[in-house]
Structures are given as structure tokens and as C-alpha cells.
């Protein structure tokens, strides 16, 4: 058997462990382990070799150092009470409105994602504070838990974002640019999510209870208190856009600058450090298991010439290259509903983004990754919303027992139909991406 034909026959077997529940970095490393060691004849030396370089070469790397540090970031920003000042805030200009509390559930939402960088640590954190506010005011369960279930998915696209690191990482590209071009398509999705709420009550009026309105003064009051979430963004992101510092430095003194806020708000001792610690350990160490397993398997397929045969076949068939990016776009669509966001970029990014990049698209390579990279964060994160099996969906219902699966699922589709409207828009708009780092 062709190490080409190795490379093809890895995919089923890839899937078949998938499906059987191994953990999807172990299933890469034992396929891309199984890969080199057929592909060099059954001689082992090479494999050991590789393993070792390429566990040495991945754990070392500056640029992953990020990762860890936006995720703490994270813990602190959960812990410091910033969840429950900002949907405060949102709520006393939105509450009164019909559906505000559940605007406001987004619009905490995105601020919340704008210190976070993660979906189901946004999800998880602002069901706690909206979710018994909603309950409140007579908004049905599947309504209230799908709304919040999009809204997490904030999390991963408005900058900083763990899933636009690992893709910068993957394709070579400027981790400061990604965030920006993030930006609109962000602003843009928490936009659709409040005409879909605006729509859905009018659909459903009983979907959604009312409540009063907060006087001027109190509404202003409860917007002072989001200036810690405002200084740390535009510190983190504009430092880094501005050069002033590193992504890397940036997420170092965005992680201080959460701490520092949660231990002046006297949320954090030690204990609470220990919990931050030791979750943000576990998370880090379940990423770069899955980075590795990502890298030994892209290796093995580099190795059979998989990507390359792909794309030089894709360019040959003279398809349109609108065409191939909508089939790619409609593959994250359909698989993102099984696979976590994480594993689907690592698993495919190697391979799709040769294709995209080989073909002509009427803009400059670095732009053409760029745009490319958005929307497959933004198609994967309707992954997490997409039924049968959105991770958001059951992060959400697992704290709100007593609505049934299927009540979230008939609601959700409507915020999967916006998320579909603005990826078309972006695809056939590409400058709505582009616009801010052209």
C-alpha cells in the first residue's frame, strides 16, 4: 500500500475511534503513530525519533504560551463578579424592552467573551447569572437556554480567542490580525442574535415576560461598574493591534489584570488561586494532548502527500473557487455538530487550508487566510448550537434540568438561522472581514 493510499484509509479509521468515544487526541497520535510506522516499512526507529521531536518541538513553542494564559484570564474574569456586572449593565438599558432580558443575555455575553476566549466557559458562566433572571420575568425554558447557549458562542469569536490562536499557529499567520479581522464578524453575530430574539417574541409572545424600567440614574450607575472588562480589552487588544506589546504579553497582562480586578473585588484568595490554578492546568494540559495527537497525525499525512494531492487535484477540476470554499464551509457545518471546535480545526485545517490556498480568490494570500480563518471559527461555532449534539446545548440544559432537550432544540434553530445568514454574507462579502486590517 502507496503512503498516499495510507493517508486516505487514516480518515475512516480516525472516525470509526471517534465514534466509539476514544478521546480525539489519543485517536490522532494512535493514527498518525499507526501512519509512520507503516509508511517507514515497520521500522521503528524513525516513529521513535519522531516521537520525540515532535513532542519536544510542540511543547516548546513560544507561541502556545498564550494559550494558558488567556485561559486563566478566563477563571479570573469568572471569578471577579465581571459576569454579573455586565449583564447588569445590559440588562438595565434592555430589560424593559420585549425580549431585553434576553438581549441582555448576549450582549453580557459578548462582553464576557471579549475577556474570555472560550464558548463553554462563557456559556457555562453567564447561565449562573441570566438564566435565574430570565426564569424570573416569564421567559419560557427553551427560549432562555437557547439564547444563552448562542450567546456562548461569543465566546470563541470576539477577540481574544484560544481557536484563533491554534489556527494562527497552524497556518503561519499574525495572531494580532486574526483578532482584528474577528471583530465585525463578532459585533455582527451578537447584532443577528438580537433581531433573532426580536423576531422570536413577536412569533411566540408568550415565549417572553416583561419588566420595568431601571430610572437613568441606576442604568448609568450599572454601567460604571463595566469599566474593569472595557480598560482590560482595549489594553489586551489594542496593545497587541498597537504593538506594544506581544499576543503573548498581551494575554500576560490581560491574566494580571483579571486577578488583579478579582482580588480587589475580594473574590480571590487562596484558595480560589488553587481552584483558578489547577482548572486552568487541566484545560491547558486537554489542549496540548489534543495539539500533539494534531501534530504527529498532520505529520503522517504531510508525509503521504495527502494535502498536497488534494489540492493540486481540486485545482485541476477547474471548480469554482466560491464553490469549493461553500462545500468546505457545509463539511464544518455538518461535522462541528459531532466534534469539538478544537479537534475540528486541528484535524482538518492542515488539510482544507492547502485547497483554499491554491486557489484564486482575487485577494492577497495573507487576506485569503485571514478571511478563510474567520469563517471557519464562525461555521464551527454553529457547530456548538447545531442539534443533535451542540456541546453549548447541553452545557446549558445540564443546568436547567427541567427543560426538556427538545424544547431548546426547536428554539436554537432560529439563532442557527442567523448564524447561516452571516456566513453567507461573509462569504460573499469578504470586506466586511477584511475591512479593518486592509
Known amino acids: 500500500m502507496s503512503n498516499l493510499e495510507l493517508g486516505f484509509w487514516s480518515f475512516p479509521v480516525l472516525l470509526l475511534m471517534v465514534f466509539l468515544r476514544a478521546p480525539i487526541g489519543l485517536a490522532m497520535l494512535l493514527c498518525g503513530f499507526g501512519g509512520w510506522f507503516m509508511a517507514m516499512g515497520g521500522n521503528p526507529a524513525p516513529l521513535l525519533a519522531k516521537l520525540k521531536s515532535e513532542t519536544y518541538t510542540t511543547f516548546s513553542s513560544y507561541s502556545l504560551t498564550i494559550i494558558p494564559l488567556f485561559l486563566l484570564m478566563g477563571q479570573f474574569a469568572t471569578l471577579s463578579g465581571m459576569s454579573q456586572a455586565l449583564f447588569r449593565a445590559a440588562e438595565s438599558f434592555l430589560g424593559h424592552r420585549r425580549g431585553g432580558v434576553a438581549m441582555a443575555a448576549v450582549g453580557a455575553c459578548a462582553g464576557f467573551g471579549a475577556i474570555c476566549g472560550s464558548s463553554l466557559a462563557t456559556a457555562a458562566t453567564m447561565s449562573k447569572v441570566a438564566l435565574p433572571e430570565l426564569r424570573r420575568y416569564g421567559y419560557s425554558g427553551g427560549f432562555s437556554t437557547a439564547t444563552l447557549a448562542a450567546g456562548g458562542t461569543l465566546g470563541i469569536l470576539i477577540p481574544p480567542s484560544v481557536i484563533l490562536v491554534i489556527y494562527a499557529i497552524l497556518t503561519e499567520q499574525n495572531i494580532a490580525k486574526l483578532f482584528l479581522a474577528a471583530f465585525i464578524p463578532g459585533i455582527l453575530a451578537a447584532l443577528g442574535y438580537i433581531i433573532t430574539i426580536s423576531i422570536y417574541v413577536r412569533l411566540y409572545p408568550d415565549a417572553a415576560g416583561t419588566r420595568p424600567a431601571v430610572p437613568m440614574a441606576e442604568r448609568f450607575a450599572a454601567l460604571s461598574k463595566t469599566w474593569p472588562v472595557l480598560v482590560i480589552f482595549f489594553v489586551v487588544v489594542g496593545g497587541i493591534y498597537l504593538g506594544w506589546f506581544t499576543p503573548t504579553e498581551g494575554a500576560a497582562i490581560g491574566a494580571a489584570g483579571t486577578g488583579l480586578v478579582a482580588l480587589l473585588s475580594r473574590a480571590l484568595d487562596w484558595q480560589v488561586l488553587k481552584e483558578s490554578l489547577l482548572g486552568t492546568a487541566r484545560t491547558t494540559a486537554m489542549i496540548f494532548f489534543i495539539v500533539l495527537g494534531a501534530g504527529f497525525y498532520n505529520g503522517f499525512l504531510a508525509l503521504s ?18 464553490l469549493v470554499l461553500s462545500i468546505i464551509l457545509l463539511f464544518y457545518l455538518v461535522f462541528g455538530c459531532l466534534m469539538d471546535s478544537l479537534s475540528m480545526i486541528l484535524l482538518t485545517v492542515p488539510i482544507f487550508f492547502p485547497v483554499i490556498s491554491a486557489m484564486e480568490f482575487g485577494m492577497s494570500a495573507e487576506h485569503v487566510a485571514i478571511w478563510f480563518g474567520i469563517l471557519v471559527l464562525i461555521v464551527v461555532e454553529v457547530g456548538l448550537i447545531t442539534p443533535p ?29 442567523s448564524d447561516i445568514v452571516r456566513v453567507v454574507l461573509l462569504v460573499a462579502f469578504p470586506s466586511i472581514t477584511l475591512f479593518l486590517i486592509a
Open 305 to 322: 502527500g495527502v494535502p498536497q494531492f488534494m489540492a493540486d487535484w481540486v485545482v485541476t477540476q477547474g471548480y469554482s473557487p466560491l
Open 389 to 417: 449534539v451542540g456541546m453549548n446545548l447541553f452545557i446549558i440544559n445540564s443546568m436547567d434540568r427541567e427543560t426538556a432537550m427538545i424544547d431548546t432544540y426547536k428554539a436554537v434553530l432560529f439563532f442557527v438561522g
